[in-house]
């Protein structure tokens, strides 16, 4: 079976038009760029007028190291400290959840606060 040009040119069309058609979900990664580590922590009668420094000086309380940096983005307590075992990581970071919601907070989940680009409104600062 011969195909003509004319439709070995249409079956071609067809394709790169069939091809063209597909699409990858979700691959703007701005939609993964979520609030800071600290941000997740609000006072819920105050979500987004939570006193920050305040919340600084409870999550030192909490057994954040002062030396810590809790505004750099590269801060979250999923990090675990040079030298430090993964049980006192999982330890550590149990406790300062817990320690910061017998302090009042609600530790809000990053889907909570949503994407940076579209964020809920529940933890802007």
Avoid at 21 to 29: F, I, N, Q, T
Avoid at 79 to 89: G, I, L, M, R
Wanted: proline share 5%; net charge neutral.
């Amino acid at each position: 079976m011969k195909l003509s040009l004319a439709a070995t040119r249409y079956g071609l069309s067809g394709a790169i038009l069939l091809l063209s058609g597909c699409v990858v979900a979700d691959m703007d990664s701005s939609n993964y760029a979520y609030v800071p580590w600290v941000q997740v922590f609000q006072k819920p009668d105050a979500s987004g007028r939570t006193n920050v420094s305040q919340r600084t000086e409870d999550l030192y309380a909490c057994g954040v190291r002062r030396e810590d940096n809790l505004d750099d983005k590269s801060w979250g307590l999923n990090s675990a400290y040079e030298n430090e075992t993964p049980k006192e990581h999982r330890d550590r970071m149990d406790n300062t959840l817990n320690c910061m919601t017998q302090k009042g907070y609600k530790v809000y989940g990053f889907d909570e606060c949503g994407p940076l680009k579209k964020p809920t409104g529940l933890c802007p600062n």
